[in-house]
C-alpha cells in the first residue's frame, strides 16, 4: 500500500535488509522462499494442517519503555511460539510486522539478536513481515503445522479428565510486582538468585515446543498459561462445558514463592499471568505416557486436580473442602 515515505533514502528498505536478512543463513527446508519477494512460500508436511497464531506486545501496555531489545525479541517470538506449543504444533515460521517510532540501529541489532537466537533454537525462520513508522508496536504471526485430530483444543476437556500443568506458575507476576516496588513482593526479601529466576521468568519464557507436540495426539485439550492458570482453564471450561476440581496444594511453588504470606503466594500461582506453561487435559489411562513424554521433553509436570461434569471452578484444600480464592487474572479491558 503506497505511504508518505520516510525522510530517510531507502529507509524502510535499508532497514529490513540490515536487521532482517541473514545472508548466508541457509533457511530450514520448509522454507522454500524467505524474506525478500511478494509473499514467502511455505511447505508444510503433506496431509498436515497449518496451525496459525498473531500476537502484538505494545509499548507501555506489554512492556516498558526501557525493556531490553534483545530480551524483547525473544519475548515477542516466544509468546507466540507458546500458542504453537499450546496446540502441540511444530514451528514452520513466522512473519514480524514492526510499527518503529524512529530508527535505531543499535536497538534494532539487539532486538534482531534475541529473536533470531530463539528461532534458530526451534528451527523457525522469518519468511516476511511489514515495517512501519508509528508507536513501537512488535507483531508476529507464527505459522506451525500438526497432524490432523491431534491438535489440543480447548474444547475438548471431558468429565474425568486429569488437569495436568507444566513447569509452575506465578515467578513472573513476583518479578513484576519487585519491579513496581509493591511491599508486599519486596517484604518477601528474596536474595538475588531467587530474584533473578522471577525475572528470568518474566523476560525470557521458554515456549514448552517439545513437550506441546509430544502431548499432541496423547492430550486431549489444552491451552497455554499466559493470563493466569485459573483465567486460562476457565477458557477450556467454558469451551469444552465442563467444570473442574483443583488440588491447591498439589500446584508447584517455586522457592521464591515460599517467602510470601499465604494469601499472596496463591494469588500468584493462580492468577499469576506471563506464565507460558501448558495447561493440558487427558484421560487417566494416559498418565504413565504422560510422564514418560515430560521426562523424554525435559519439562516437569504435574497433575493438580480433574475435570468434573458439572460446570465452574472449585479449589480443594488438603481435606477436600471447598476454599474460595482471591482476586482475579489480568484483562487488558477490565
Ligand atoms: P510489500 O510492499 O510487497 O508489502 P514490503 O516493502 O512491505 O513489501 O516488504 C519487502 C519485503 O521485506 C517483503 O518480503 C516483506 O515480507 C519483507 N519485510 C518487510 N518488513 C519486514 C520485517 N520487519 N521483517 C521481516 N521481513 C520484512
Ligand atoms: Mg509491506
Redesign the pocket.
Given at each position: 500500500?503506497p505511504t508518505i515515505p520516510a525522510p530517510e533514502a531507502d529507509g524502510?528498505?535499508g532497514l529490513?535488509r540490515r536487521h532482517?536478512?541473514r545472508p548466508g543463513h541457509t533457511l530450514p527446508p520448509q522454507a522454500v522462499l524467505g524474506?525478500?519477494?511478494?509473499?514467502?512460500l511455505l511447505q508444510p508436511t503433506p496431509g498436515h494442517q497449518l496451525a496459525i497464531s498473531c500476537d502484538m506486545l505494545v509499548e507501555g501496555r506489554h512492556f516498558l519503555p526501557d525493556a531490553d531489545p534483545a530480551t524483547l525479541g525473544h519475548k515477542t517470538l516466544a509468546v507466540n511460539l507458546s500458542d504453537l506449543a499450546a496446540m502441540g504444533a511444530r514451528p514452520l515460521g513466522f512473519?514480524?510486522?514492526?510499527a518503529l517510532p524512529a530508527v535505531d540501529d543499535t536497538w534494532l541489532a539487539g532486538f534482531a539478536r534475541g529473536l533470531f537466537a530463539l528461532a534458530d533454537r526451534h528451527a523457525c525462520p522469518?519468511?516476511?513481515?511489514?515495517?512501519t513508522r508509528g508507536p513501537l508496536t512488535l507483531c508476529v504471526t507464527v505459522f506451525g503445522e500438526l497432524a490432523p485430530g491431534s491438535a489440543l483444543r480447548r474444547d475438548a476437556a471431558r468429565a474425568g479428565h486429569d488437569v495436568w500443568l507444566s513447569g509452575r506458575t506465578g515467578e513472573a507476576r513476583l518479578a513484576l510486582a519487585l519491579r513496581a516496588g509493591d511491599d508486599w513482593a519486596l517484604a518477601a526479601g528474596l536474595d538475588p538468585a531467587q530474584a533473578g529466576a522471577c525475572h528470568r521468568r518474566m523476560d525470557a519464557p521458554e515456549p514448552r515446543l517439545v513437550l506441546g507436540q509430544a502431548l499432541a495426539g496423547v492430550a486431549h485439550a489444552g491451552i497455554d498459561v499466559s493470563d493466569g492458570l485459573a483465567g486460562d482453564l476457565g477458557h477450556i471450561l467454558t469451551a469444552s462445558g465442563v467444570g473442574a476440581e483443583l488440588q491447591i496444594d498439589a500446584l508447584p511453588v517455586a522457592p521464591a514463592l515460599e517467602r510470601l504470606t499465604a494469601t499472596r503466594r496463591l494469588e500468584c500461582l493462580v492468577h499469576g499471568g506471563d506464565d507460558y506453561e501448558l495447561l493440558f487435559c487427558a484421560p487417566p489411562e494416559q498418565r504413565a505416557r504422560i510422564e514418560a513424554i515430560a521426562t523424554q521433553a525435559g519439562t516437569p509436570v504435574t497433575r493438580i486436580g480433574r475435570i468434573t461434569a458439572e460446570p465452574g471452578l472449585r479449589w480443594l484444600d488438603a481435606q477436600g473442602a471447598v476454599q474460595t480464592l482471591p482476586g482475579r487474572g489480568f484483562d487488558h479491558f477490565a
Open positions: 500500500m524502510e528498505f529490513i532482517f536478512t524474506v525478500g519477494d511478494d509473499c514467502a512473519t514480524l510486522a514492526l522469518l519468511i516476511g513481515g511489514d515495517t
